[in-house]
């Protein structure tokens, strides 16, 4: 039995992980910044969505709930700052972050030895000819000019915590300019927590919601590659043609056999926004050959969408980030029965270093969060 997995730091959390290295690895990571768990003999018990049964709790998380709804709304109502989380993370990490750097690929590769230094997925170092060809099937690198011309955007980056479930702040994320939602964390059945306006879905092969349902058509969809298989499976989906079936025994899950779009709606990350967030702001060790795997240096596609989102967006906030792993029976997601526990299976991801990252942005107001999962900025000690 396949399930939903849970993966990265999500940060997401809970919502975005990078690929596992390879197909056959016992417990991966996930389809959504999470791990996933492949046998039905998995140690991870099921958990269950919070219900709040007795008075007290009930009251504890009815007043959460309002106080977050009331933080998202102030946030949306205070006046869009120019350029200021870029400006900001300029401020902290200096060189280590770039002002002027594309989120997409563009065309002018040649241009760019940065984005040929390492192999995917920090960079396209041996990939030159593939990265062309599929450059040349996508005429749009950029945000829609809508969006692109906006004087101020408000970005959010919406994880897959259990943390959302019940928060009811659906209906204030889908009045943000961007919303960024990752791997297959889906929107159908759960709007009243999550929203159902989707602007980029960012994703790699694996992650991809299988469901055409998850793919709004005025949505951009920004293909995160990590093998050679990501580039033939992209390449298929953009021309509309079937992936042959030899090719797909070489991904470690299902993938999407179509993605409803025309090609003006595809983007490829640019890798040089994971190689930043890894091994620039995060300082994880320098990438080496290996035989299998990679080692633990590659961040979840959550905290990548949150660097992503400041590169793209004026004001950046977070909602379902957050992992309590002192508390293992806690939902890890907010559209599945994993548990906490199942964080502590994954290989891939240094979760710590991530997470005193993000803690770091929003206590210098880089970032807000809106669900409290990382830092609370509205929780108080009677709450």
Aim: aromatic share 10%; net charge positive.
């Amino acid at each position: 039995m396949r399930r939903r997995g849970s993966c990265g730091l999500g940060l997401e959390q809970s919502a975005g992980c990078a690929p596992p290295p390879a197909p056959e690895l016992p417990a991966m990571l996930s389809d959504s910044n999470s791990v996933k768990l492949k046998s039905d003999h998995s140690p991870v018990q099921s958990c269950k969505v919070a219900t709040h049964e007795d008075e007290k709790t009930k009251l504890v998380f009815k007043r959460y709930s309002q106080r977050a709804q009331q933080f998202a709304r102030a946030t949306l109502q205070e006046q869009c700052r120019p350029s200021y989380a870029k400006k900001e993370m300029g401020k902290l990490f200096a060189e280590k972050y770039s002002m002027d750097i594309s989120p997409f690929v563009r065309k002018n590769i040649n241009e760019d030895e940065a984005l040929f230094k390492y192999e995917p997925p920090f960079g396209f170092h041996k990939f030159f000819d593939r990265v062309k060809d599929l450059l040349e099937l996508l005429p749009e690198h950029d945000l829609p000019e809508d969006l692109k011309s906006k004087h101020c955007k408000r970005c959010v980056v919406v994880g897959s915590g259990g943390i959302l479930h019940g928060l009811e702040l659906g209906h204030l994320l889908n009045q943000f300019d961007i919303v960024i939602r990752l791997n297959d964390a889906p929107v159908q059945g759960y709007t009243d927590h999550v929203g159902n306006k989707t602007t980029i879905r960012m994703t790699y092969p694996e992650g991809a919601p299988l469901s055409e349902q998850e793919y709004p058509p005025s949505s951009l969809f920004v293909a995160v590659l990590f093998k050679r298989v990501d580039f033939n499976w992209l390449q298929a989906m953009v021309k509309n043609e079937t992936l042959p079936l030899w090719m797909r025994l070489f991904f470690w899950r299902e993938v999407a056999k179509k993605i409803p779009f025309t090609s003006k709606h595809f983007r490829i990350l640019n890798p040089v926004i994971i190689k930043e967030t890894a091994l620039d702001i995060l300082q994880f060790p320098e990438p080496q050959s290996k035989f299998w795997g990679w080692d633990k240096n590659v961040p979840t596609i959550g905290v990548t969408a949150v660097v992503l989102a400041t590169h793209l967006c004026d004001e950046v906030s977070l909602a379902g980030f957050g992992y309590q792993l002192d508390q293992p029976s806690t939902p890890l997601h907010y559209y599945n029965n994993l548990c906490m526990a199942a964080m502590k299976l994954q290989p891939m991801h240094n979760v710590t270093g991530e997470t005193k990252f993000l803690q770091k942005l929003i206590k210098e107001k880089v970032v807000k969060d809106l669900t409290g999962g990382i830092h609370c900025e509205f929780c108080s000690k009677d709450s």
